[in-house]
């Protein structure tokens, strides 16, 4: 019984920043990785950044290096995504989920949030 609820998505400029925050339910995270996932309109679901609860390891797709920055609150149960001079092309829906190891790939990931909408216009 894992719930995540994503927020804080919305419009903004390129160059901008947004702060994607990722609400846990359940008490034991210790021994997963957190991950963030985006997928764009007709395309399919692609890793952004991912970090092990335990410790804090971070890995980020290539695409977002220098410019995202992942994180957790233990006492929240929250992960969170910091969107730094953010670009047209990080417009997507973004997802966040529970991963079986610190991974790129969505399938080795069990759980999911709904979503939250990010708009980068030129």
């Known amino acids: 019984q894992v719930q995540l609820v994503e927020s804080g998505g919305g419009l903004v400029q390129a160059g901008g920043s947004l702060r994607l925050s990722c609400a846990a339910s359940?008490?034991?995270?210790?021994?997963?990785?957190m991950g963030w996932f985006r997928q764009a309109p007709g395309k399919e679901r692609e890793f952004v950044a991912a970090l092990r609860w335990s410790g804090g390891n971070t890995y980020y797709a290539d695409s977002v290096k220098g410019r995202f920055t992942i994180s957790r609150d233990d006492a929240k149960n929250t992960v969170y995504l910091q969107m730094n001079r953010l670009k047209p092309e990080d417009t997507a829906v973004y997802y966040c989920?529970?991963?079986?190891?610190?991974?790129?790939?969505?399938?080795?990931?069990?759980?999911w949030g709904q979503g939250t909408q990010v708009t980068v216009s030129s």
């Open positions: 359940g008490r034991t995270f210790s021994s997963y990785a």
């Open positions: 989920a529970r991963g079986l190891v610190l991974s790129a790939q969505k399938e080795n990931y069990d759980y």
